[in-house]
């Protein structure tokens, strides 16, 4: 082996690695490999360990420093991520607030735009509201107004007529008084020697009166007695009928006083009518009125109708027209809703372009007695019963008076029940002779004041005494 030293020197490469690097010296004859067995190896390897051992022992503190604070880092980065994501999170929230907050924006401006378009249309309402009213206040002074100057008038002109009236009244009252004395000298004349041998009461011969009106034959003859002054009323009515035109035939005595006395009083629908007694009669008079029985349904029908036409009505519509009716149009009596079909049974109207009306039971009888009085006149103007004698003429006038009045009183139907007669059935004047209307010119009872038709005077004063006389 040759005691040849070779120098070794330790250098670092990149990475921080430790190479041991033999110098060109000469080798040792371990066949140029280093070996610690080898004495020459063992020495040289002694002499350069140590500090090699101590430099790795330094490195490896430093890399277990620098580990720890790469560590630490890491720690702190990812508190730093965890930090960041924490902060990325409530940046989320916050813009889906901001989103929420501005959609909630958008909805309260909508709903603003909303609210000011209806306080738009409710200020119009308004000013719509006040110009209506404004213009109902001028109309209802204007109203006044006239009802004030057409009051004054009416005042005047009944001042006047008052006068005269009170002029006539005297010279009535005069007239009157010789009247007086002759009718009772007629009835000196015409009282009857004896007593009728069974007197019966008011509703009793009420009830026979009505059954010889409908012609019902109970195999009895009634006597009558009758008022000389009013029969020759009737006389003179029946003269003067025919010559009269349609239009002033209430101005004759004998028609004022049924007017008076039966026909208005039994057209008085109670204290809230519908209808005045005198636009009533005027249809009548010119065959205008019409009262039948309501088709199944038609009061329901109307009802609805009246309710749709109130809801759609103005301001100063509902001033004038009222609120909504239900009940007899007549008699203005309210009729509760599950009795309606049951109680308003009929209908009429005044007019071919008025609309139909419903009434109950009692006022169709009070319609219905007056437009069949209203009938027997115009048949007798026509002629149709120029074979009836004067008594028979003034009898059945009498039973139609009776009729309005029982109708009236509302005890018709009660009466005709009692005298076993049909309830719902109107007297008409002499059963049987409805159909000679047929054969009538239909010209005869139209508009017109004209009197085409005449009939001949069924008797005169002389021959009425000459008459009773037998």
Not at 40 to 60: G, M
Not at 218 to 240: I, S
Not at 451 to 463: A, M, N, R, Y
Request: proline share 3%.
């Amino acid at each position: 082996m040759s005691n040849i030293m070779t120098e070794t020197e330790t250098v670092y490469d990149k990475d921080n690695s430790i190479v041991i690097q033999l110098l060109d010296k000469p080798i040792c004859q371990c066949k140029e490999f280093i070996f610690t067995d080898c004495l020459n190896c063992k020495t040289i390897l002694s002499t350069t360990f140590q500090p090699t051992q101590t430099q790795l022992s330094l490195l490896q503190s430093q890399k277990e420093a620098i580990t720890d604070e790469r560590e630490d880092w890491e720690d702190k980065v990812s508190a730093i991520e965890q930090t960041i994501q924490d902060r990325q999170e409530a940046i989320k929230k916050k813009v889906n607030g901001i989103q929420s907050l501005q959609h909630d924006m958008k909805v309260l401006k909508l709903k603003c735009k909303e609210e000011v378009a209806q306080v738009e249309v409710i200020q119009k309402s308004k000013e719509t509201a006040k110009k209506e009213l404004e213009e109902l206040s001028q109309k209802l002074f204007e109203e006044a107004d006239k009802m004030v100057k057409i009051e004054k008038k009416e005042q005047e002109k009944i001042f006047k007529e008052n006068d005269t009236l009170s002029i006539a009244l005297k010279e009535v009252e005069d007239e009157l008084q010789v009247i007086s004395e002759q009718v009772g000298v007629l009835k000196d004349q015409l009282k009857p020697k004896v007593n009728p041998p069974y007197p019966i009461d008011a509703y009793s011969r009420a009830q026979l009166e009505m059954m010889v009106a409908n012609d019902f034959n109970a195999g009895f003859q009634m006597e009558t007695v009758e008022d000389d002054a009013a029969l020759l009323d009737f006389n003179d009515f029946m003269q003067m009928a025919s010559q009269t035109p349609l239009r002033k035939l209430h101005s004759l005595k004998y028609m004022k006083y049924s007017v008076r006395e039966d026909v208005e009083p039994c057209l008085r629908f109670g204290p809230s009518p519908r209808l005045t007694a005198k636009k009533i009669i005027d249809a009548i008079l010119v065959k205008t009125c019409f009262v039948e029985e309501c088709p199944k349904g038609f009061v329901e029908e109307q009802c609805e109708r009246q309710q749709k036409e109130e809801a759609t009505a103005t301001l100063w519509e509902r001033f004038t027209n009222g609120t909504f009716f239900v009940g007899c149009q007549a008699c203005g009596r309210r009729v509760k809703e599950e009795e309606r079909e049951d109680v308003l049974k009929y209908r009429f109207r005044i007019s071919y372009f008025d609309e139909w009306a419903c009434v109950d039971r009692y006022c169709r009888d009070r319609l219905v007695a007056v437009i069949e009085f209203y009938s027997f006149i115009r048949h007798m103007r026509a002629g149709l019963y120029k074979h009836r004698s004067l008594h028979e003429l003034y009898q059945q006038m009498i039973r139609l008076r009776l009729q309005m009045f029982l109708a009236r009183m509302g005890a018709l139907p009660s009466l005709l029940s009692s005298c076993h007669l049909d309830p719902q059935k109107i007297t008409t004047a002499f059963h049987g002779e409805e159909n000679v209307l047929l054969y009538l010119d239909p010209t005869n009872e139209r508009l017109s004041s004209s009197t085409d038709s005449t009939f001949t005077s069924i008797s005169t004063l002389e021959s009425l005494r000459t008459f009773t006389s037998h």
